[in-house]
């Protein structure tokens, strides 16, 4: 989020370098793109065709997604099925096409989160190129922990147990991520001033949250967005199912993430490090 009590998401259009290929891009759209790159919608034309070509993972049965390497939470109301560019085991049999339709939205976000770091070492005058080298590896199969996670949120049952929740207030560990949510809602984001506000989803658009290592790199200019996931607020959205689709953007494994200003304040961490360490935490959660 923005400086300040920002009640409203900004939105950002990437139209100029969403057409280009990255040696193309005028710097001035860059430089443009990158100062308001905090945490945006961004618009992109493939939302729908995702949703529709990854939701009927979860029509699955049980064995069969948890053979597959599916999450799926005791104390939150969600599923999660995640994803690399390595990844093989996709469930062709049951679903034809399902691996070849998640590679192509995977591939499509990859594009646009290159064009965004590139956007954001302008806007940050980051030099040498270091950003963009910094996530040189993230279709390697070894080297870089970034993956897509499909996340599926069954209908709220009549009886939980109290304190069930969709998903709980957290940042995420690396760059940035890049998320695209159906049209149900509830997800919100945390202010600086400590106010929650609803991240509403908006049509064709995928919205960017800052995480945890762009917080270091730029030595807490930009804040990582602390966001949840409510449970719906009327009886007939609590019956209807939610999807959304992340896209977690890590640093390359032997980066070490510190302020890029060199002002110190918060010190060096290496990438793979700090996201052992903030797995390891969500699990004893």
Request: charged share 25%.
């Amino acid at each position: 989020m923005a400086e300040g009590d920002c009640r409203i998401i900004p939105v950002v259009d990437i139209a100029t370098i969403g057409k280009t290929t990255n040696a193309k891009i005028p710097a001035v759209d860059l430089q443009r793109i990158g100062r308001q790159l905090t945490d945006a919608c961004l618009n992109i034309g493939f939302i729908e065709k995702a949703f529709s070509s990854t939701g009927k993972f979860f029509e699955l049965p049980l064995a069969v997604k948890e053979k597959l390497g599916g999450d799926f939470k005791k104390h939150e109301l969600r599923e999660s099925f995640d994803v690399e560019f390595c990844f093989t085991r996709y469930p062709d049999e049951e679903i034809p096409d399902f691996g070849a339709s998640v590679v192509h939205v995977m591939t499509a976000l990859d594009e646009l989160s290159d064009k965004l770091i590139l956007a954001l070492q302008s806007g940050l005058c980051v030099k040498n190129n270091f950003l963009v080298k910094a996530h040189s590896r993230k279709r390697e199969p070894t080297g870089n922990r970034t993956l897509m996670r499909i996340l599926y949120y069954p209908p709220v049952p009549s009886h939980r147990p109290e304190g069930t929740m969709r998903c709980g207030a957290h940042t995420d560990y690396g760059t940035i991520t890049l998320l695209l949510q159906d049209g149900l809602g509830g997800l919100e984001v945390k202010t600086r001033s400590g106010a929650w506000v609803p991240a509403p989803p908006l049509e064709s658009a995928v919205l960017v949250n800052v995480a945890d290592l762009l917080q270091r790199w730029t030595n807490n200019q930009l804040i990582a967005t602390e966001h949840r996931v409510m449970m719906p607020a009327t009886e007939h959205l609590q019956k209807l199912p939610r999807r959304s689709i992340a896209y977690f953007v890590h640093p390359d494994d032997d980066v070490m993430v510190e302020p890029l200003d060199g002002k110190g304040g918060l010190p060096p961490v290496n990438a793979e490090d700090w996201l052992n360490k903030r797995y390891k935490e969500s699990i004893q959660y």
